[in-house]
C-alpha cells in the first residue's frame, strides 16, 4: 500500500496533464443539468438544493415524489465512481426512516430492485443501476435514459408501498 506522500506524488502527476479536472468538471455539470432537468419537468418532486459531491466516491442529488414525502422517503440519483455508472437509490431522510422501510421491503419478500445490505453507514434501502456504461459524448440520449428508467423505478416504489400501506 502506497503512502499518502506516494499517491500525492502520482495525484499531482495525473492533474498536471489536465483531463481529470476537465472530466470531473464535465461530470459535475452534467449532474447539476441533470438535477435541473429533474427539477424542469416534475415540478411536483421537491430536489435537493445541492448536489453532494463526494470524495470521488459517489455524486448524488436527490428528488422527492409528493408520495414519498410524507414516508420522510427520497430518492437519490448516484454517479459511482469506482463503477463508473448511474444508479438509483430509494433512501430516507435519518437512519429510522432507512430501518423501518427496509424491514418493510425484506419482510414482504418484494425483491424486483437490489436491497441494500444494513450497516452503520447505510445510505439506501433499495439500489438499482440506471445506466452501466454511460456515453457521455451525448448528454441528451443520457438524460433520457436516466430521467426513463428513473422514472420506472419511482413508479415501482410508490406501486409497492401503496399495496403494502393497504
Known amino acids: 500500500m502506497k503512502s499518502l506522500q506516494e499517491n500525492m506524488i502520482e495525484y499531482r502527476k495525473q492533474l498536471k ?13 452534467f449532474m447539476m443539468s441533470l438535477k435541473n432537468h429533474f427539477s424542469n419537468k416534475y415540478p411536483d418532486f421537491s430536489t435537493s438544493g445541492s ?39 430509494l433512501s430516507g431522510k435519518n437512519q429510522r426512516v432507512l430501518a423501518k422501510y427496509w ?11 437490489k ?28 438524460t433520457r435514459q436516466i430521467d426513463q428508467r428513473a422514472m420506472i423505478f419511482i413508479k415501482d416504489v410508490e406501486g409497492f408501498l401503496a399495496k403494502v400501506a393497504a
Open 17 to 29: 496533464k489536465g483531463a481529470i479536472q476537465k472530466a470531473y468538471q464535465g461530470l459535475m455539470q
Open 51 to 89: 448536489i453532494y459531491y463526494g470524495y470521488m466516491d459517489m455524486t448524488y442529488f436527490s428528488v422527492v415524489p409528493g408520495s414519498l414525502k410524507d414516508k420522510g422517503l427520497k430518492i437519490a440519483i448516484v454517479f459511482v465512481y469506482d463503477s463508473f455508472h448511474f444508479e438509483i437509490w
Open 115 to 142: 436491497i441494500a445490505p444494513q450497516g452503520k453507514w447505510t445510505d439506501s434501502v433499495l439500489e438499482h443501476i440506471l445506466v452501466e456504461d454511460p456515453d457521455f459524448g451525448d448528454l441528451e440520449d443520457l
Open 103 to 113: 424491514k418493510i421491503i425484506t419482510e414482504s419478500g418484494w425483491d424486483r430492485y
